[in-house]
């Protein structure tokens, strides 16, 4: 499938598209600063947002030319292409692209970063599934093709199979259905890529749907046909070692690999998963994100295997499981796993015989050690996430006993980091109980500003994390908490200032003035373009420390509490909180 993001010539595009967005907006909109994240305690807060829930596996075409990467299709059949498989409360509404253009969202869809945050990655799943009324007037590409390429981009290769599916079968051109095709192989989903091949004509003599068929009839029962097909294949065309080879592992066939060399294909991912063979170890440092769910679902062990798990959750492509699972098949001595707490650096290894040694320990100083040991990352480290998520179980599962106290913070950082505010309050409490210990006492405020965003309204404890914008850092990891305390309410209950902490050169202007305005108009869908733009590929934790501020408080002005909630924890994580 053709990319969706030629950088430089679309950002070329999306600044031309800001140009003429921004000179048609209202005056009046152009003025004021971020809203407060959260409302004064004596405002009644609006109701929080329903999580995003999982979607199932799986306008009229122009004559004016598509965007680089995006294909038209006609869809007379269809008559509003911003269907999509979410609805009702995990969705962001029917009136999602309610007042924006058409050629706007369809400028910005494609510059969606693809940034490792997982808050980011949520909320961009909901826009781009959400079942909407189209954009306002005529369009140059497909807007079910437009969203299902950026998922397929992204990772999520289901997602973009239950988007695309929307379009009739026999309206798919070659590309579009052999796009299909591959998003359901991708998605596992074999009864329906079968389907397809079956239904689409287009698809059927096409090389790939040649293929495609022949695995389909082995799929269905049909061996004679399966094999009767393949010898047709063969005397039409040159010899194809990697699908010959899956075929038969596909068959049954014990004891074959596949050319160290082979593509790495969706349909030889499907042909694999079905006869349960072990993928060429290259794989999984070539896989795109939408291979990596399908090629771990694989047989396999090693470090190479381990790195494409810590890759996919990394993305939030696989659950926490599936990664500790990669670690598990990993051998390590019990030599080495012994001394797991006192080994360095930080590597894939060492990672995993943490996890593996925390799993084995009954002694719950032992293993609290071991989990402190595998959160001492980085900050702004992407994968610190992935690695809460993982030890968030175990800590669900330690009781936070006194001898346990140097522990606290970092255990309580990493349950909210993991979702999980009420099992991070715990840690919170023992870590307030011993404020006497000086290192204790200096994670406070940070502490206080995590539990004020997670809706914490105790006035004397909330008072720390003030510190923040009152006593600023004179860092980007400083501005960056400015920018989150500062939306937090006062004291008195009343706004505190909202001018935004300065950008320090990445912001553009312009870009804030297109996210202010589009808030101010609650266009949601453009707002949420807008801010995950001006997010960029870092993520919030690494963002502008303007971009942060005028991100947070747009998602809150147009109702995504809870993801602005979600995103400012992240960041404030990142830096140091």
Avoid at 80 to 97: F, H, I, K, M, Y
Avoid at 155 to 166: I, K, P, R, W
Avoid at 186 to 201: H, I, V, Y
Avoid at 548 to 564: K, N, V, Y
Wanted: aromatic fraction near 4%; proline fraction near 10%; charged fraction near 20%.
């Amino acid at each position: 499938m053709s990319g969706c993001r030629a950088e430089r010539p679309a950002r070329v595009g999306l600044a031309a598209a800001l140009l003429l967005h921004l000179a048609v907006l209202p005056a009046a909109a152009q003025t004021g600063g971020p809203t407060p994240l959260f409302p004064p305690p004596s405002s009644q807060p609006p109701a929080p947002d329903a999580p995003a829930g999982t979607a199932p596996p799986g306008g009229a075409a122009t004559t004016a030319p598509a965007p680089a990467g995006i294909e038209t299709a006609p869809l007379s059949d269809i008559v509003n292409d911003a269907v999509g498989p979410l609805e009702g409360p995990t969705s962001l509404g029917a009136d999602l692209w309610r007042g924006t253009s058409r050629s706007l969202a369809e400028a910005l869809i494609p510059q969606i970063p693809a940034m490792e945050s997982p808050a980011a990655r949520a909320m961009t799943r909901r826009l781009l599934l959400t079942s909407a009324q189209p954009p306002e007037g005529a369009g140059t590409t497909d807007f079910i093709r437009l969203r299902a390429e950026r998922l397929r981009g992204l990772g999520y290769a289901g997602d973009a199979a239950s988007l695309l599916a929307l379009t009739p079968s026999a309206r798919l051109d070659a590309q579009a259905a052999s796009q299909l095709a591959d998003a359901l192989l991708l998605a596992g989903d074999l009864d329906r890529a079968c389907a397809l091949a079956s239904q689409n004509a287009a698809l059927a003599t096409a090389p790939a749907g040649e293929r495609l068929q022949i695995f389909c009839a082995l799929h269905g029962g049909d061996r004679d046909r399966a094999y009767f097909l393949y010898d047709l294949m063969r005397e039409q065309g040159p010899e194809d070692p990697a699908f010959s080879t899956a075929l038969a592992i596909a068959d049954g066939g014990t004891g074959l690999a596949l050319p160290k060399d082979a593509p790495l294909t969706p349909l030889l991912l499907a042909m694999l998963g079905k006869g349960n063979g072990a993928p060429p170890e290259a794989w999984y440092r070539l896989a795109e994100p939408a291979h990596l769910p399908r090629l771990l679902a694989l047989p396999g062990s090693g470090e190479a295997r381990a790195g494409a798990a810590e890759r996919a959750a990394r993305l939030g492509l696989i659950d926490p499981a599936t990664l500790g699972a990669a670690y598990q098949a990993l051998e390590i001595p019990a030599k080495e796993l012994q001394a797991a707490a006192a080994s360095t650096p930080e590597t894939l290894r060492r990672r995993a015989t943490l996890y593996k040694a925390a799993q084995q320990t009954a002694d719950p100083g032992l293993k609290a050690r071991l989990i402190d040991q595998a959160l001492k990352l980085s900050p702004a480290d992407a994968l610190r996430p992935t690695v809460a998520r993982l030890h968030a179980p175990f800590l669900r599962a330690l009781s936070p006993a006194p001898d346990l106290a140097r522990y606290a913070p970092a255990f309580a950082r990493a349950l909210f980091l993991a979702g999980d505010a009420e099992a991070a309050r715990r840690w919170v409490a023992l870590a307030r109980a011993n404020a006497a210990d000086p290192g204790i006492a200096a994670t406070l405020p940070g502490l206080a500003l995590l539990a004020a965003l997670n809706g914490e309204n105790e006035p004397a404890w909330n008072r720390a994390a003030r510190r923040f914008v009152e006593r600023p850092t004179p860092t980007p990891e400083g501005a960056r908490l400015s920018a989150i305390a500062r939306l937090l309410p006062s004291d008195a209950g009343a706004a505190t200032p909202q001018a935004a902490p300065p950008a320090t050169g990445f912001f553009d202007p312009g870009l804030g003035l297109a996210l202010r305005n589009a808030a101010a108009a609650r266009r949601k869908g453009e707002t949420v373009l807008f801010a995950l733009i001006a997010l960029g590929d870092r993520g919030p934790g690494l963002s502008d420390p303007g971009a942060l501020a005028e991100a947070l408080s747009a998602l809150r002005q147009i109702g995504l509490e809870a993801d602005a909630r979600a995103l400012a924890i992240e960041a404030a994580i990142a830096n140091g909180a």
